[in-house]
Every structure is written in C-alpha cells, then in structure tokens.
C-alpha cells in the first residue's frame, strides 16, 4: 500500500446523477413546522417561549442546556402552537418576516465575539453527528492546530448536497474556512474533494484564483488536492490519511495531530452566521431516489415534515418501498414520513424495492476474509462478529470496537448478508449502559461535590455583601481606624493561587467533556456536565474571596 492511501475500502454504484443534474432551489415554505428540541449531539435545548407567542424566522425559541447542546431558532414567522418535551410546533403565517443579528466582521472581531455568535445562532456540524460548532471553534485552547481539512469528499452514494454548495457558494465557504482557520490557528488550508466532482472542482479552483489575489484579506494558503474517489475516503482518518499521511490515533481526534475538519455545508453556515447575522434555521438537503420525479438539491427550512417535501418533488407512493435518512451505506430507514428535516438531514433517499432491495437472509460466515479486506480501520469485523454475538465486551474493547466508524463496507462485501454493522453498534451500545452503570455512583459523589460548591459559593457571596455592609457602616460612622483595627490579614497571594487553580479546572473539565462529546456524539454526558458546573461553582467562589480581599486591602490602605 503507497504511503498517503488509507487501507480497504469499496466502490459503490454511486448514483449521484439523479440529485447533482439540476441547480440548487429553494423548497415551498412550509405552512408548519416542527422543530425538535434535540437536534444536535449533548443535551436537548429547554423552550424559552409559550404557546401563542409571536416568533419571526430567527427568534430564539430554546436555550442549549449545557456546554454540549445548541440554541434552536424559529424557521418560519408565526404562533407558537404546540410545545411538548421533545419538540416545539409553530404555525406559519406565510410572511416570512425575519430577525437577524448585527453583521461582524470575522478580520477585525476578536475570537470570543465570533465564537459566542456561532453559539448563539446555534450552529452545529452538518455532517451528520451535530456536534455544536461554537466548541470545535475553540479547539486551539488545548490542542495546537496546523491544518484546517475541508472535507468536501462527500463519499456516500447518492449524496449532493456538499457538491451543489461547492459550485454555487464556493468564494463563501472559502471566506468560511479563512475565519474557522484564524479562529483554530491553522497555518494552512487543505481541501479534500473526489474526482466525480468536476463542476465543483472547477468551481474551487476559480474561487481560490480570486483568493490568491488578495492575500492581505486571506493570510492562511489554501490547497486543493483531487483524491480518486473510493468509499469511505470522507471519512475524517481516511481523508487525513489521504491528504497528510497522518495516522488518527486509536481512541483520538483529528486535533490529537494538529488537524481540525469542517465539511463544506458548515462553513457556509458559520460564515452566514458571523457575517449576516443569521441562525441556522435551514439547510441544503438532497432529494433523490427512484420514487421522485423531481430529485435534486433543495434550501429546506428546518422542521419541514418529510411527507411534505416528498409531495413537492413528485414522490410516486405506490412505487414508494422505504425513506432512507443520509446515504445508503450510513444512513437509517425512516419509520415514519412525519418526522421533520433536522439540522443533521443531508440526504433524504425515496427509494423503489427495485432500487434498494430488501437485504436476503443471512448465511452461516464462511470465513472468506472480504471484510477484514474492506475495512478502512484495519479491525478484524470477522472477529468482532464472533465476540459481539458472544457478548464478549472485554474483548470487543481490546479488539478496538470503538474505533468503528461504522461505514458498511464489511456489510457491503460479506457474501453472506451478515448484518454486521447492526451488531457492532448493539455491541457499542451495550457497552455504553454498562459504562452508564457504573459510573453511577460516580456520578452520585460528583452530585454531592456539585452541592458542596454552591453552597461555598453561595457563602462566598453572602460573605462579600456582609463586608460591604460593614465598611459603609464604619464609613458613616466615621470609625475606620478601629475598624480596620480589627479586620483580619488578608493573604491575597493565597487567594490568587487559588482562583487560578480554579481557573485551570475549568479548562481541564471543559475539554475532557469535549473531547468526550466529540469521540461519541450520540451519547448523554451528564457526568462530566455536573463535574464541569462543580468547576464552575468553584471558579465563582474564588474570583468572589478575591474580589472582596482586594477591596478589603484597598479600604486598609485608604487614608
């Protein structure tokens, strides 16, 4: 295998043709929209509206409830008409009205400006796991950066989507990766993009003519490298391996070796967001699949049932077998067509039986060796196989089950319909409510710690009002002298050391419960949140202690 080549690996019937033949358009506005509370990895967004309220496209309608969560705005202007526990209702009024924030410039603003825009226009990768995107943006605070990768590989059959943006938007999410590459440090800019995008790689490269052009405006180096296309090289590990040749450690991130990725789609958010001042509150999706006589790239508003989008590009329902969300080789069946497009919905797949036939039964393995070939991860998914369906979880650990992306290749190639993907995930999930299980009563003591510290902090506080109170006493008084007389030493050193103990506390919990998010998006981290809010709780009562010895010193040493 030459070096800058990724192991494994399959080629798939693309079918990119039905979605990419056609110009990005816009879908009908929706009359209503429902839009779920979760649509990002972490913890779902808490309403901050009532039933009957007024929004316009933009409102914020739920604050993120933790570090790893997302704002989520109105889509559409209207009433609120339905708040439940997991979704908000809002009927449209067909006027369209917007609100949107101030317009930053991302060359002069400083990086906690633009950094708390993209938090608070909720914005979240579009790739698939929706992991917000204001924390990857501050990556740089603990690991160094050199490379930011534009993942626009998009490898997975049928989908368009990053495509389209490519050839309409490219100067933008080119401007995009200049301000996430100033944000993270990153000293150059490598795009990544498979050779069945000739349109777009046209596109770029006119695009980054114009960028060379004007390099006071656009300081990070931008390259283009046209990879050949082979499923899954849009894969973060294949695609850095292939553009780098940097091996992702096992149980690592791409920022564990300098690297940070974003998809196309993203940036153009992000740059909408700090530049226009708008929330995501739409996305690109492809529509495609034999049953739609109009397949192709639409702006979808979020909270669009999928119903509704199917009968606006012509879905045939008699011929109409299943809805698949995202690619084939990724993505899930829908079990209901009132489910509404979300921020992660790239790709909504109306297929025919003919199309995508139902999977024939499995067969005993016969021990060809085909997926242990295909697998870009270089695991063994013959013997995950085995020891998944023995429930041998310590082995499945050592046998880096984790390290799984879980692209189907090994499902594609096995000669004998094995579902393995489906048992590798059952496998990580049980292993991850054993973990749950156990870290229970962790979790039980990090909860007591938590109430520890507030009611420290809360002391702290009541501690600072009592001496205010007291020194405009003695100031009314006139008796200043006794008083201080009286007040005891104060060791500012002591309290320093103590707040910046605090302060580094908050960065280590911070970026364990990012680092944490970011390895498994789909999973609730509810321990590490309650140990980061202890930190926090900790950091409140020591910047107090400090405020109120410096005022106590000053009131000593005043005349």
Partial sequence: MPAYEFPGGITPPERKDRSNQSPLRNAALPTQVTLPLKQHSGNPAIPCVAIDDRVQVGSLIAQRDGMVSSNLHASVSGTVTHISENAITIDADGLDRWQVLPSLDWRSEDHQTIIARLDSCGLVGLGGAGFPAYIKAQIADHHRIDTLVVNAAECEPYITADDLALRRYPTDIMEGAQMVARLCGAHQIVVGIEDNKPEAIHALREALSHFQKSDCQHPVSITMKVIETRYPSGGERQLIKKLLNLDVPSGGLPADVGVLCHNPGTLLAALYAVRDGKPLVERIVTLTGDAISKPGNYWVRLGTSVETLLQQVGVANQQLHQVIVGGPMMGLPLSTLDAPVIKTTNCLIAATREELPPTPSESPCIRCGACESACPVQLLPQQLHWYARAENDGTLEKLHLFDCIECGACSYVCPSYIPLVQEYRSAKQRIRIKRIETAKADHA???????????????????????????????????????????????????????????????KAEKTLARAAAQDPSQRHDDLETQLATAQENLKAADTRLAEARATMAQQESP
Wanted: no cysteine; net charge positive.
């Fill in 445 to 507: 003591k990090h909860r007591f710690e938590f109430r520890q510290a507030r009611l420290a902090r809360e002391d702290a506080e009541k501690q600072a009002r009592r001496q205010a109170r007291q020194a405009q006493s003695r100031q009314m008084s006139g008796s200043s002298k006794v008083a201080d007389s009286a007040t005891p030493v104060v060791d500012l050193r002591s309290l320093r050391i103590a707040q910046t103990a605090a302060k580094a506390a908050v960065r």
